[in-house]
Protein backbone atom coordinates (compact mmCIF):
# COMPACT_ATOMS: atom_id res chain seq x y z
CA UNK A 1 0.00 0.00 0.00
CA UNK A 2 1.63 3.39 -0.78
CA UNK A 3 1.91 5.87 1.57
CA UNK A 4 -0.64 9.18 1.70
CA UNK A 5 0.84 12.24 1.91
CA UNK A 6 0.44 14.52 4.48
CA UNK A 7 -1.85 17.66 3.54
CA UNK A 8 0.87 19.95 4.80
CA UNK A 9 3.62 18.20 2.44
CA UNK A 10 1.23 18.85 -0.70
CA UNK A 11 0.56 22.28 -0.17
CA UNK A 12 4.51 22.77 0.40
CA UNK A 13 5.19 21.04 -2.84
CA UNK A 14 2.91 22.91 -4.69
CA UNK A 15 3.90 26.32 -3.25
CA UNK A 16 7.86 25.04 -4.14
CA UNK A 17 6.92 24.72 -7.30
CA UNK A 18 4.75 27.73 -8.04
CA UNK A 19 5.38 30.37 -5.40
CA UNK A 20 1.82 30.73 -5.19
CA UNK A 21 -0.30 30.45 -1.36
CA UNK A 22 -2.62 27.33 -1.35
CA UNK A 23 -5.46 27.57 1.30
CA UNK A 24 -7.79 24.85 2.34
CA UNK A 25 -11.03 25.22 3.75
CA UNK A 26 -13.95 23.47 4.88
CA UNK A 27 -17.67 24.29 4.28
CA UNK A 28 -18.10 26.86 6.36
CA UNK A 29 -15.50 28.93 5.25
CA UNK A 30 -13.11 28.34 7.88
CA UNK A 31 -9.14 27.76 6.96
CA UNK A 32 -8.34 24.23 7.94
CA UNK A 33 -4.56 24.04 6.71
CA UNK A 34 -2.47 26.92 4.17
CA UNK A 35 0.84 27.47 3.35
CA UNK A 36 2.61 29.59 3.79
CA UNK A 37 1.29 30.28 6.77
CA UNK A 38 2.42 34.22 6.25
CA UNK A 39 0.41 34.70 3.30
CA UNK A 40 1.43 37.14 0.58
CA UNK A 41 3.13 40.60 2.16
CA UNK A 42 0.52 42.42 -0.21
CA UNK A 43 -2.54 40.76 0.73
CA UNK A 44 -1.42 41.56 4.31
CA UNK A 45 -1.56 45.40 3.66
CA UNK A 46 -4.66 44.95 2.14
CA UNK A 47 -6.23 43.06 5.16
CA UNK A 48 -5.04 45.38 7.78
CA UNK A 49 -7.45 47.73 6.11
CA UNK A 50 -11.42 47.51 7.27
CA UNK A 51 -12.43 47.98 3.65
CA UNK A 52 -9.77 45.56 2.14
CA UNK A 53 -10.43 42.96 4.78
CA UNK A 54 -14.19 42.96 4.17
CA UNK A 55 -13.81 42.92 0.69
CA UNK A 56 -11.28 39.89 0.66
CA UNK A 57 -14.11 37.96 2.90
CA UNK A 58 -17.16 38.77 0.73
CA UNK A 59 -14.80 37.91 -2.47
CA UNK A 60 -14.08 34.31 -0.42
CA UNK A 61 -17.92 33.72 0.14
CA UNK A 62 -18.56 34.74 -3.65
CA UNK A 63 -16.20 32.11 -4.97
CA UNK A 64 -17.34 29.25 -2.64
CA UNK A 65 -20.91 29.85 -3.45
CA UNK A 66 -20.27 30.08 -7.17
CA UNK A 67 -17.89 26.34 -6.88
CA UNK A 68 -21.44 25.16 -4.93
CA UNK A 69 -23.65 26.14 -7.98
CA UNK A 70 -21.58 25.28 -10.70
CA UNK A 71 -19.51 22.27 -9.25
CA UNK A 72 -16.50 22.89 -10.82
CA UNK A 73 -13.10 25.12 -10.21
CA UNK A 74 -13.72 28.96 -10.40
CA UNK A 75 -11.23 31.08 -11.90
CA UNK A 76 -11.63 34.81 -11.25
CA UNK A 77 -10.32 38.65 -10.09
CA UNK A 78 -10.46 39.56 -7.25
CA UNK A 79 -11.49 42.77 -6.04
CA UNK A 80 -7.89 43.89 -6.13
CA UNK A 81 -7.37 42.44 -9.91
CA UNK A 82 -5.27 39.43 -8.54
CA UNK A 83 -6.31 35.97 -10.05
CA UNK A 84 -7.43 33.56 -7.74
CA UNK A 85 -9.05 30.01 -8.12
CA UNK A 86 -10.94 27.93 -5.98
CA UNK A 87 -11.29 24.18 -6.43
CA UNK A 88 -14.03 21.78 -4.57
CA UNK A 89 -13.18 19.14 -3.01
CA UNK A 90 -15.01 16.43 -3.46
CA UNK A 91 -15.79 13.15 -0.93
CA UNK A 92 -17.26 10.04 -1.86
CA UNK A 93 -19.41 12.62 -4.66
CA UNK A 94 -20.11 15.05 -1.85
CA UNK A 95 -18.61 18.70 -1.64
CA UNK A 96 -16.48 18.33 1.55
CA UNK A 97 -14.70 21.74 1.61
CA UNK A 98 -12.68 23.77 -1.13
CA UNK A 99 -9.08 24.83 -1.90
CA UNK A 100 -7.93 28.41 -2.94
CA UNK A 101 -4.73 29.22 -4.64
CA UNK A 102 -3.91 32.97 -5.20
CA UNK A 103 -2.99 35.59 -5.87
CA UNK A 104 -1.61 36.27 -9.06
CA UNK A 105 -0.70 39.20 -10.68
CA UNK A 106 -1.20 38.69 -14.61
CA UNK A 107 2.39 39.58 -16.91
CA UNK A 108 0.47 42.27 -18.86
CA UNK A 109 1.82 45.68 -19.35
CA UNK A 110 0.00 47.68 -17.33
CA UNK A 111 -1.58 45.08 -15.04
CA UNK A 112 0.85 45.84 -11.59
CA UNK A 113 0.29 50.03 -12.29
CA UNK A 114 -3.46 48.88 -12.15
CA UNK A 115 -3.22 47.04 -8.99
CA UNK A 116 -0.83 49.90 -7.34
CA UNK A 117 -3.49 52.52 -8.11
CA UNK A 118 -6.40 50.32 -6.37
CA UNK A 119 -4.25 50.33 -3.45
CA UNK A 120 -3.46 54.04 -3.60
CA UNK A 121 -7.12 54.50 -3.46
CA UNK A 122 -8.01 52.16 -0.63
CA UNK A 123 -5.11 54.17 1.54
CA UNK A 124 -3.71 50.53 1.69
CA UNK A 125 0.22 52.07 3.10
CA UNK A 126 2.90 54.07 1.71
CA UNK A 127 4.32 54.33 -1.60
CA UNK A 128 6.85 52.27 -0.72
CA UNK A 129 4.85 49.81 0.99
CA UNK A 130 2.60 49.30 -2.03
CA UNK A 131 5.34 49.03 -4.79
CA UNK A 132 7.05 46.33 -2.55
CA UNK A 133 4.03 44.27 -2.14
CA UNK A 134 3.06 44.39 -5.77
CA UNK A 135 6.63 43.77 -6.58
CA UNK A 136 6.59 40.31 -4.52
CA UNK A 137 3.16 38.98 -6.46
CA UNK A 138 3.81 35.96 -8.45
CA UNK A 139 3.18 37.30 -11.59
CA UNK A 140 1.57 34.58 -14.19
CA UNK A 141 -0.10 34.30 -17.78
CA UNK A 142 -3.06 33.19 -18.53
CA UNK A 143 -1.46 30.09 -20.31
CA UNK A 144 0.10 29.91 -17.53
CA UNK A 145 -2.85 30.00 -14.64
CA UNK A 146 -4.43 27.17 -17.03
CA UNK A 147 -1.22 24.44 -16.25
CA UNK A 148 -1.47 25.48 -12.90
CA UNK A 149 -5.36 25.00 -12.28
CA UNK A 150 -4.52 21.27 -14.17
CA UNK A 151 -2.09 20.67 -11.57
CA UNK A 152 -3.91 22.06 -8.74
CA UNK A 153 -7.15 20.38 -10.03
CA UNK A 154 -5.44 16.52 -9.42
CA UNK A 155 -3.96 17.38 -6.17
CA UNK A 156 -7.46 19.01 -5.13
CA UNK A 157 -8.78 15.35 -6.07
CA UNK A 158 -5.67 13.50 -4.00
CA UNK A 159 -7.10 15.68 -0.95
CA UNK A 160 -10.49 15.05 -1.27
CA UNK A 161 -10.10 11.15 -1.58
CA UNK A 162 -7.17 10.60 1.20
CA UNK A 163 -7.84 13.34 4.14
CA UNK A 164 -10.93 13.32 5.30
CA UNK A 165 -13.03 16.07 6.13
CA UNK A 166 -15.20 16.34 9.53
CA UNK A 167 -18.70 15.88 8.51
CA UNK A 168 -20.66 17.67 11.02
CA UNK A 169 -24.66 17.98 11.64
CA UNK A 170 -23.50 21.82 11.59
CA UNK A 171 -21.57 22.76 8.55
CA UNK A 172 -24.09 20.40 6.35
CA UNK A 173 -27.34 22.03 7.79
CA UNK A 174 -25.90 25.39 7.16
CA UNK A 175 -25.50 24.73 3.78
CA UNK A 176 -29.10 23.43 3.51
CA UNK A 177 -30.41 26.46 5.02
CA UNK A 178 -28.00 28.90 2.65
CA UNK A 179 -29.64 26.72 -0.25
CA UNK A 180 -33.33 26.89 0.55
CA UNK A 181 -32.80 30.56 1.26
CA UNK A 182 -31.44 31.56 -1.83
CA UNK A 183 -33.59 28.78 -4.04
CA UNK A 184 -37.00 29.12 -2.28
CA UNK A 185 -38.51 30.70 -5.15
CA UNK A 186 -37.86 27.78 -7.94
CA UNK A 187 -39.23 23.71 -6.99
CA UNK A 188 -37.55 22.44 -4.41
CA UNK A 189 -37.75 18.49 -3.77
CA UNK A 190 -36.28 16.28 -1.00
CA UNK A 191 -34.88 13.92 -3.99
CA UNK A 192 -32.90 17.13 -5.57
CA UNK A 193 -31.63 18.05 -2.75
CA UNK A 194 -30.24 14.77 -1.88
CA UNK A 195 -28.82 14.72 -5.38
CA UNK A 196 -27.40 18.17 -5.31
CA UNK A 197 -25.76 17.11 -1.34
CA UNK A 198 -24.96 13.85 -1.95
CA UNK A 199 -26.90 12.02 1.19
CA UNK A 200 -29.90 9.77 1.49
CA UNK A 201 -33.16 11.26 2.34
CA UNK A 202 -32.76 10.25 6.53
CA UNK A 203 -29.22 11.23 6.63
CA UNK A 204 -30.22 14.77 5.20
CA UNK A 205 -33.44 14.48 7.37
CA UNK A 206 -31.39 13.71 10.10
CA UNK A 207 -28.44 16.15 9.97
CA UNK A 208 -30.99 18.85 9.07
CA UNK A 209 -33.08 18.32 12.53
CA UNK A 210 -30.06 18.18 14.61
CA UNK A 211 -29.03 21.30 14.14
CA UNK A 212 -32.42 23.15 13.56
CA UNK A 213 -35.12 20.98 15.07
CA UNK A 214 -37.13 20.73 12.57
CA UNK A 215 -37.25 18.86 8.76
CA UNK A 216 -36.19 20.31 5.70
CA UNK A 217 -39.85 20.37 4.32
CA UNK A 218 -41.14 22.32 7.31
CA UNK A 219 -37.83 24.72 7.57
CA UNK A 220 -38.55 25.47 3.55
CA UNK A 221 -42.79 26.21 4.39
CA UNK A 222 -41.68 28.55 7.02
CA UNK A 223 -38.96 30.32 4.57
CA UNK A 224 -42.03 30.73 1.67
CA UNK A 225 -44.67 32.03 4.15
CA UNK A 226 -42.14 34.48 6.00
CA UNK A 227 -41.49 35.75 2.50
CA UNK A 228 -44.82 35.76 0.73
CA UNK A 229 -45.80 37.26 4.25
CA UNK A 230 -43.74 40.44 3.74
CA UNK A 231 -44.93 40.74 -0.23
CA UNK A 232 -48.68 40.89 1.45
CA UNK A 233 -47.50 43.80 3.81
CA UNK A 234 -45.37 45.62 0.94
CA UNK A 235 -47.25 45.33 -2.07
CA UNK A 236 -50.39 45.05 -3.77
CA UNK A 237 -49.46 41.90 -5.76
CA UNK A 238 -52.08 39.44 -6.75
CA UNK A 239 -52.54 36.86 -4.37
CA UNK A 240 -51.55 34.36 -6.98
CA UNK A 241 -48.82 36.33 -7.92
CA UNK A 242 -47.56 36.32 -4.21
CA UNK A 243 -48.00 32.81 -4.11
CA UNK A 244 -45.81 31.85 -7.68
CA UNK A 245 -43.42 33.98 -6.50
CA UNK A 246 -42.40 32.61 -3.05
CA UNK A 247 -42.08 29.07 -4.93
CA UNK A 248 -46.25 27.34 -4.47
CA UNK A 249 -47.34 25.59 -7.30
CA UNK A 250 -50.90 27.18 -7.40
CA UNK A 251 -52.93 29.64 -5.18
CA UNK A 252 -55.32 27.03 -3.56
CA UNK A 253 -52.16 25.20 -2.05
CA UNK A 254 -50.65 28.42 -1.10
CA UNK A 255 -53.67 29.45 0.69
CA UNK A 256 -54.06 26.15 2.62
CA UNK A 257 -50.97 26.48 3.94
CA UNK A 258 -50.99 30.14 4.75
CA UNK A 259 -53.97 29.32 6.75
CA UNK A 260 -52.26 26.03 7.94
CA UNK A 261 -49.29 27.84 9.38
CA UNK A 262 -50.32 31.53 9.75
CA UNK A 263 -53.61 30.96 11.00
CA UNK A 264 -55.44 33.08 8.31
CA UNK A 265 -56.05 33.23 4.99
CA UNK A 266 -53.47 35.67 2.73
CA UNK A 267 -55.97 37.92 2.03
CA UNK A 268 -57.10 38.26 5.72
CA UNK A 269 -53.49 38.61 6.59
CA UNK A 270 -53.77 41.41 4.12
CA UNK A 271 -56.84 43.17 5.81
CA UNK A 272 -55.58 42.81 8.72
CA UNK A 273 -52.03 44.22 8.33
CA UNK A 274 -53.97 47.51 6.39
CA UNK A 275 -56.51 47.93 9.12
CA UNK A 276 -53.36 47.81 11.94
CA UNK A 277 -51.32 50.40 9.85
CA UNK A 278 -54.22 52.54 9.41
CA UNK A 279 -54.66 52.56 13.31
CA UNK A 280 -51.09 53.54 13.61
CA UNK A 281 -51.14 56.24 11.80
Not at 263 to 268: F, K, R, V, W
Amino acid sequence: MSEIISLEDILKQLYAISGILIDVYDLEGHSVARYPDTGAYFCSLVTRNSQGCERCGRDNREAFATVREEHKVHIYRCHMGLYEAVFPLYHYGRLAGYMMTGQMLEKREGAAEEVMQKARQMNLGSEEEIAEGVKKLVRIDLEEIGAFVTMCRVCADYIANHHQFPVTATGTAKEIIRYLEEHYREDITLEGLCRWFGYSKTRLNQLFREYTGTSVYRYLMGVRLTNACRSLRNSEKSIYSVAVENGFSNQNYFSRQFKKYIGCTPGEYRRNQEREGGQKA
